[in-house]
């Protein structure tokens, strides 16, 4: 087991190449040189960062007090990255960036479904992973709204970040959480993939390529929110543009 944490940011004398303030990131990566490439791309872009290479210590980080982002690997010695976002996301809100060689719309859609915020394909371009974090970090408080929307069943207070289904608070993912408000913004008009996506990861998408994420996402907020997944009644799909949300039942 080998924990890393930065002392220092940067080499002495050189400058962070974006201006971001020395927020935390805990990148689990199982391969040393990787897990050192991702550490200092990061650190040149003026993050702190915590390495650790199995999914057992990036849980005894994360509940020793949570940075504020994790980046996982999903071939881990001791559990797949899947696995490890999932028990992250049962204890804590925190945005997860898969970072990994897998590149199957399977293996993509695995990742989102386990909780992750993004996900990114190996090889990468340091300055494309700062950048996603970067957007991640970026949108990860929610917009607010003047009053809660409130449906039978459902209430959406973007303001304050919470979603309550019967009463019962329902935990998202910041990227959940965004679609979501953005189609409360909408009041009930439509709103199309690659609006939904840039909203939910921070930078533009293809049309095809922000239809695949974004039904995922919806996938999984039905998954979370609706008493039927398979029939809608709050998030309903406007087919060949987008979704929308179901003001008409409003209370």
Not at 43 to 69: K, Q
Request: hydrophobic share 40%; glycine share 6%; charged share 25%.
């Amino acid at each position: 087991m080998e924990v890393v944490e930065d002392r220092e940011l940067l080499p002495p004398g050189e400058a962070p190449l974006c201006n971001v303030r020395a927020r935390s990131v805990l990148v689990v990566e199982d391969e040393a040189f990787t897990r050192e490439l991702i550490s200092t791309s990061l650190r040149r872009a003026g993050y702190r960062v915590i390495a650790v290479e199995d999914g057992a210590s990036a849980l005894r980080v994360i509940r020793g007090g949570a940075p504020d982002i994790a980046i996982l690997d999903v071939g881990l010695p001791d559990m797949n990255g899947w696995q490890l976002c999932e028990q992250v996301r049962t204890s804590v809100d925190l945005p997860v960036l898969f970072l990994t060689a897998r590149r199957s719309e399977t293996d993509i859609v695995r990742g989102l479904r386990s909780g992750a915020d993004d996900y990114l394909v190996k090889p990468f371009a340091p300055a494309v992973l700062a950048a996603r974090v970067e957007a991640i970090l970026r949108r990860a408080g929610p917009r607010t709204m003047a009053q809660p929307v409130n449906l039978p069943g459902l209430t959406i207070d973007v303001g304050r970040g919470t979603v309550s289904r019967d009463n019962v608070p329902v935990q998202l993912t910041a990227s959940e959480l965004r679609i979501l408000a953005t189609l409360a913004r909408e009041q009930g008009a439509v709103a199309d993939a690659r609006q939904l996506a840039l909203e939910a990861q921070g930078y533009d998408l293809s049309k095809s390529e922000a239809s695949k994420l974004i039904k995922v996402h919806v996938s999984n907020l039905r998954q979370k929110l609706e008493p039927d997944p398979k029939n809608p009644r709050y998030i309903l799909t406007v087919r060949g543009i987008g979704y929308r949300l179901n003001l008409d039942q409003a209370r």
